[in-house]
């Protein structure tokens, strides 16, 4: 493959951005190489400054439920643009969208937008301490919510309660008061709950861990975490950034028939633009400025280009049927995949839900602990991803990262993937 385009970009973005990229992963560094520029994409399709085209899993990490350049997407866009991209000033669009989100998540009776899903999460967490009047929250380790300071750790380290960061240059002030449980422990977030209870303002998850891999939530594991908060007096915040709008339209609180007290949105709420959201009852969200004493704003919240990507992609999901259709994708791409992983198993694992997937190298029959992901094999995942690269399927570049489906894959794209999985297997555990 002939990379030279991207090649010479990358050797000019070092010098100018960190790692020359804008967001870590981005770099390719976890699976070796050296990362593409794409210029265009189509559809599922992606195209690299080379020309070199791509069956792309990675949908920007999530936002594009409907494809690359959606034509009514990329219409209502253009639409909004021509009147003015933004303007410090209420605009009917996101009355539009706050409606068309509201009436999609019944836990939801108001809405706040903001510009990222670390916006949206910082924001929550805020609100759920301004309203519990309580510091403390829970996360569960390998869950993401962005990288706002008290939201960077993962306790990983099996102990650990209190948690340490992640990250250089965060105040380790900032996160002592950010509880980490393993997921899918239900007794071990009790245990928390009695001795901290009267302390926490809420316990924060994704419903279904999508930045670890994909670790699956165990039979009733949310319902007793729902549970658990109602009894212990902590309110319950469901990170969707992800799962909202792909699991269902309603999100995992729908596809789950359980409801969150506060809810993170991002990613498919904004259609590929920058959007994130966080809503509530309208009794918790009366607490948010102006009506309230938590302070959060934006100068482009809610922007008219934004909104309307948003309420574009939000109409076409309900006007063609997308989940039944990415329901059938979903279907398809197991029927096409799971029995060439089969022929390896004990070596490789594809775990998926709905329209999300991940390939393990473990001989894990399911992943549902932080610790068996980190038991994986990512060199082999390395391996994987470059052969799956040459064959012309562009994969998230990290074996901690999941896979996308949208709702114009082909069946000619599922097929040409199964070829390619089938030779990359063969070549790496043959
Ligand atoms: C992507 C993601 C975020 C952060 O969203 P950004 O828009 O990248 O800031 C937060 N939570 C979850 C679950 C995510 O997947």
């Given amino acids: 493959m002939n990379i030279g385009k991207s090649r010479s970009l990358y050797k000019k973005a070092l010098k100018l951005m960190p790692g020359g990229v804008n967001s870590p992963v981005r770099a390719f560094k976890s699976v070796g190489g050296e990362p593409l520029f794409i210029k265009k994409g189509a559809g599922p399709h992606i195209f690299d400054e080379d020309d070199n085209e791509f069956i792309d899993y990675c949908m920007s990490w999530g ?16 639409d ?17 969208l706050a409606e068309m989100v509201i009436q999609r998540f019944p836990s939801i009776d108001v809405v706040r937008f903001v510009n990222s899903g670390t916006e949206a999460a910082m924001s929550a967490i805020r609100l759920a301490r301004g309203f519990t009047g309580k510091k403390k929250i829970i996360k569960f380790d390998g869950c993401y919510h962005g990288h706002a300071d008290s939201l960077l750790v993962a306790g990983g380290s099996g102990i650990a309660t209190f948690g340490i960061p992640d990250s250089a240059g965060v105040n380790p002030d900032n996160v002592k008061d950010t509880l980490v449980v393993p997921f899918n422990d239900s007794d071990r977030l009790e245990q928390v709950l ?14 279904v861990p999508c930045n670890y891999g994909l670790i699956l939530p165990e039979k009733g594991f949310l319902k007793k975490t729902r549970v658990l908060c109602d009894r212990y007096g902590v309110l319950l915040v469901f990170d969707e950034v992800i799962t909202g709008f792909r699991l269902a339209a309603g999100g ?9 007290d506060i809810t993170i949105l991002g990613k498919i709420i904004g259609g590929g633009l920058p959007v994130g ?33 948003g309420i574009a992609t939000l109409k076409k999901i309900e006007e063609t049927n997308v989940y039944k259709v990415l329901s059938e994708k979903s279907l398809k791409l197991k029927t096409l995949l799971g029995p060439i992983i089969e022929m390896y198993r004990g070596e490789v694992l594809l775990q998926q839900i709905e329209s999300i997937f991940a390939v393990f190298f473990t001989n ?39 896979g996308f489906l949208s709702s114009v894959h082909t069946d000619e794209d599922l097929e040409k993937t199964a070829v390619a999985l089938s030779g990359a297997m063969a070549k790496i555990l043959g």
Avoid: W
């Avoid at 009514?72 to 866009?77: H, K, T």
């Avoid at 643009?81 to 996101?94: C, H, K, L, Q, V």
């Avoid at 938590?294 to 922007?303: D, E, I, K």
């Avoid at 399911?366 to 610790?371: C, S, V």
């Fill in 277 to 309: 959201a966080y809503g509530a009852s309208r009794d918790i969200m009366k607490k948010i400025a102006p009506d309230g004493p938590v302070y959060q704003a934006g100068t482009l919240s809610g922007n008219p280009l934004a909104m309307s990507a």
């Fill in 80 to 96: 909004a643009a021509r009147s003015g991209t933004s303007f410090g000033a209420p605009n009917r669009y996101e009355v539009e």
């Fill in 364 to 402: 894990s029959k399911t992943i549902t602990r932080l610790k068996s992901v980190k038991e994986c094999d990512m060199k082999l995942f390395s391996e994987y991803h470059s052969e799956m690269l040459d064959s012309g399927i562009y994969l998230s570049p990290s074996g901690f990262e999941v």
């Fill in 63 to 78: 936002p594009l439920i409907l494809g690359h350049a959606d034509d009514d997407v990329v219409l209502a866009v253009i």
């Fill in 252 to 260: 995992a609180q729908e596809y789950f028939g359980i409801s969150s």
């Fill in 194 to 207: 009695i001795s901290e209870g009267a302390d926490i303002a809420a316990v924060i998850m994704e419903p």
